[in-house]
């Protein structure tokens, strides 16, 4: 087993770590975080025991923990506006003219310089 594919990453070992003390404080457990990492089941009771105590952070612990710990990342998806925001009409003076997209492919290397540029001619200083 190589240790790459094994480990986890920093901020699920970070979180398993927070939950050493509510865990001992709560429920008497001492939480073997070597063994939680590496044995699925004993992860599995320990984070069923988690979820099931009176402390809220320790809840939340370990529901992150549990989506993240096993297999594919699930990543929720952003937000996204109902309504975008209108843009800008009056770009001022130097502002740099951009042409609308013809198509809804990624952006023209024009249409990214410009939206770069604007934020240095438009907003507050």
């Known amino acids: 087993m190589s240790t790459a594919s094994a480990s986890p990453d920093s901020s699920v070992l970070n979180f398993v770590i927070r939950m050493v003390v509510p865990m001992r404080r709560e429920f008497g457990r001492s939480l073997d975080v070597q063994l939680f990492l590496r044995d699925k089941e004993y992860a599995r009771v320990v984070l069923e025991q988690a979820l099931a105590s009176r402390d809220q952070r320790l809840r939340d612990y370990a529901d992150y923990v549990s989506r993240h710990l096993s297999g594919a990342r699930v990543a929720e998806p ?48």
């Open 78 to 125: 952003p937000a996204v506006p109902s309504k975008l925001p209108a843009q800008h009409t009056d770009p001022g003076p130097g502002a740099i003219p951009v042409a609308p997209a013809t198509d809804s492919s990624e952006p023209t290397e024009a249409e990214l310089r410009a939206r770069m540029l604007r934020k240095y001619t438009t907003g507050l200083r």
